[in-house]
């Protein structure tokens, strides 16, 4: 295709910009495009369990305990897993006979006390059950995989990549943990390299689609060797 | 609009994103860091300052073709990526567990007054809205013209 000049980008943007429908029921903003990138991420997590999951073990569940749900409800912000202020989906599986349930944007204690919040996580449902009846967030040892999702129109910067390894350092034991990006960066690539780190899958969005595969992939794997 | 000037067509985009409510004002603020981040100066070398190529080792204002490459990334990101995201999520969740519809929770303050009550909307009422085949069209080509640009800052 032949580089369109400027007159012709600047027709083309205009003809994009006046399409734009502004009657949306809810204001976008950095923390409801990062929820709504997790939210397809749990998508391909979920993907990746059902890949390793014991037979016709995967389902979805609420946390009202509703029969199966219809609408499936995410956090737009970071929440308690025992809250049931909405019904906030989430999912469950069973794998090598014990149950685990995934979950967007819960809290957890970190070994300092101090709470954070994963944008997606997996723990095992006993550990979830336990939070539920205590009503207290679970503890740095109880997640076995957390998830950082970042949507970003530009490059990932590096205080991303030092984010997470900090946010890591109050939850050692936990075995799977990555930084999901539709970006890239070299440095958070190469800062994240390095032993014990939380992984970075970068490109990952539906129009790259061996990405999506390769991370769905990966994550079953690492499901296989760590769960 | 001058026809010369690439800083002038950010700038006529800018004016017609702040006309476009609160949808816009966030786009623009979208472009606006974007265009603060800079362009990275990557470290090709491996021996130089005793580093690993790949590195970060600065930052500079775009060039020209950078900076449209800076817009078209940020109409691309919220007009075609992240609504494609949603749209895989929920075409999933529905095929394989009957899902009807995903809903996000948020401050009542941050919904329309028709679903301020229940705390929650559905997840693509946060996404721009384009249909108009036209349009659908110049955004194919804006990514097209965003993919020449990469690829060359590739090589």
């Known amino acids: ?227 | 609009m001058p026809d010369d000037s690439v800083r002038d067509l950010v700038r006529h985009v800018r004016a017609q994103l702040q006309r476009k409510g609160s949808l816009g004002g966030f786009l623009l603020s979208e472009l606006d860091n974007s265009i603060a981040q800079g362009v990275e100066e990557i470290l090709t070398d491996s021996d130089l300052f005793g580093s690993k190529a790949g590195q970060v080792i600065g930052r500079r204002i775009p060039n020209d073709l950078e900076l449209l490459a800076v817009l078209v990334n940020v109409l691309e990101a919220y007009l075609v990526v992240l609504p494609a995201t949603i749209r895989t999520l929920t075409a999933y969740l529905h095929d394989h567990y009957r899902i009807e519809s995903v809903e996000m929770t948020l401050d009542p303050s941050l919904l329309s007054a028709a679903v301020e009550e229940t705390g929650r909307a559905q997840i693509d009422a946060f996404l721009p809205v384009i249909k108009e085949e036209k349009a659908i069209r110049a955004l194919k080509k804006l990514h097209a013209f965003a993919e020449q640009v990469r690829g060359r800052n590739k090589e």
């Open chain 1, 1 to 227: 295709m032949p580089t369109p000049s400027l007159p012709q980008l600047k027709a083309l943007i205009d003809e994009v910009l006046n399409a734009i429908s502004t009657d949306t029921g809810a204001y976008l903003n950095r923390n409801t495009a990062d929820a709504a990138y997790a939210a397809y991420v749990f998508g391909l997590a979920l993907r990746a369990a059902e890949r390793v999951a014991d037979p016709n073990s995967v389902r979805l569940d609420s946390a009202k305990k509703s029969p199966p749900p219809k609408t499936f409800v995410i956090r737009g912000s970071p929440g308690a897993l025992h809250s049931t202020d909405q019904d906030y989906g989430y999912a469950v599986f069973k794998y090598d006979g014990r149950n685990y349930e995934i979950h967007l944007g819960v809290q957890y204690r970190g070994s300092s006390d101090v709470l954070h919040e994963f944008d997606i996580s997996i723990i095992p449902a006993q550990d979830a059950d336990e939070s539920r009846k205590k009503k207290r967030p679970p503890g740095p040892s109880k997640p076995c995989a957390v998830f950082e999702c970042k949507f970003y129109a530009h490059r990932l910067g590096i205080e991303i990549g030092r984010a997470i390894v900090g946010l890591k350092s109050d939850f050692t034991g936990v075995p799977i943990s990555r930084l999901v990006s539709n970006s890239e960066s070299d440095s958070v690539a190469l800062f994240l390299k390095k032993t014990n780190r939380p992984k970075l899958s970068k490109h990952i969005e539906p129009g790259n689609p061996d990405m999506e595969t390769e991370f769905v992939y990966a994550l079953a794997d690492e499901f296989r060797n760590s769960l």
